[in-house]
């Protein structure tokens, strides 16, 4: 098989993207092992598929009574590495970020998607007529003589 | 120095003359299913938005931000379509051994990989705001991405992987049709932050549900659209392919 360098740039492309959620989820981890309390229901009809771990301040007035207990309490935070200081509190530094950053980014990057292909598809169809037409024009060369 | 004569027994060989060089041209009927496709994604896309941001009601938990809701879960269907063609399409291919099956698993993985991105994406960004991180390592999430990585590894088979990588990522596009089973009721399985099937159970807004649909409507038009542009770029490279080998045949020198 021959290799394609368009292949390769788009096989690249798509594993550097790749690895943006995983760069971007390190730093969270150990945090997000004492956030994440599975089993959170959401408010029935009004609930469109979101996640079930909502905001430290909506969780109170959503939840159900008898939901999970809040991950603090189930599970003491592990100590801070020497070095680092200790957040003080679940979703401290994330409580208050602006949503409409990363809508805009999550359409937008949908498109760009979209976009970054079509033009990918383009080169490669463009590129492998330009070899066709080379090919057929030296075949038919060779033919004639 | 002559162009090798077809026999009966070998496929007929592609006209050489320049003029069709890149192949014949599509039918008028494809043409026009394939621009309604595109018409149809963009009316319906930008309908989709215009009823996702301004017609469906604000999520009463995580407020603005599960607006994202309305495009990550059509990619992630889309994904899985491509995904469940692919499969089959490879199915066939080992079956038959037929290069249109080939062509068309190809197509549709490289493409289930794309929705794929967009699904991983798009997800951390609205997890980001809704959980306080952007991953965990929820069954759902940890899925999918084994998904794509293994819709990628098909894609690199059969980029680098020389004779035998058909057949070879035929067998990993099944490997990952058996994954979306796993994938869509892990939710209800191992329950983990991954918000449930609302959709499946009904619990949407009505006007929530509708946006989705248009949506979901929308991308399968540009899937269908997107999916066209591929096949024809896998046809024109396999009549390259072919053109290749009747230059080997013919001794042709290298220019």
Known sequence: MKLRPV??????????????????????????????????????????????VPDAEPVAEAAPAEAAPPAAE??????????????????????????????????????AMVLVYLVLLWRRQSRVNEEIQSLAQRLERAAGE | MTVPEQTADTPAAPPVTPSAGAGPAPSPVKQILFFGAVAAAMLLLTYGVYLSFFVAPTEMVMGFVQKIFYFHVPAAWIMFLAVFIGAGASISFLATKSDRA??????????????????????PLWGYK????????????????????????YLLVR?????????????????????????????????????????????????????????????????????????????????????????????????
């Open chain 1, 7 to 52: 292949s390769l740039a788009t096989s690249l492309g798509a594993l550097s993207l790749l690895c943006v959620p995983l760069l971007t989820a390190t730093p969270f981890l150990a945090f997000a092992d004492d956030y994440g309390a599975p089993g959170v229901a959401t408010p029935g009809e009004a609930s469109a598929g979101g996640p079930t």
């Open chain 1, 74 to 111: 189930a599970k003491a935070p592990p100590e801070p590495p020497p070095g680092f200081e200790a957040v003080t509190g679940p979703g401290a530094a994330q409580a208050d970020v602006d949503p409409i950053p990363l809508v805009i980014v999550a359409y937008l990057f949908i498109w």
């Open chain 2, 102 to 123: 080939d062509r068309l698993a190809h197509s549709c993985i490289e493409l289930g990989a794309l929705f794929g991105i967009m699904v991983l994406v798009t997800g």
């Open chain 2, 130 to 153: 809704a959980w306080g991180t952007p991953w965990v390592w929820d069954v759902r999430l940890t899925s999918s991405l084994l998904l794509e990585l293994v819709l990628l590894a």
């Open chain 2, 159 to 255: 980029a680098f992987a020389g004779p035998g990588a058909r057949s070879l990522a035929a067998g990993l596009a099944i490997f990952g049709v058996v994954q979306i089973p796993l994938i869509y009721y892990s939710v209800d399985i191992w329950r983990g932050t991954h918000p449930p099937r609302l959709v499946a159970e009904g619990g949407l807004h009505a006007d929530m549900r509708t946006a989705l649909y248009v949506c979901f409507f929308g991308f399968a038009f540009l899937f269908s659209a997107l999916l066209a542009a591929r096949l024809s770029v896998g046809r024109a490279a396999a009549r390259l392919d072919e053109l290749h080998l009747l230059a080997e045949e013919a001794d042709l020198p290298e220019p």
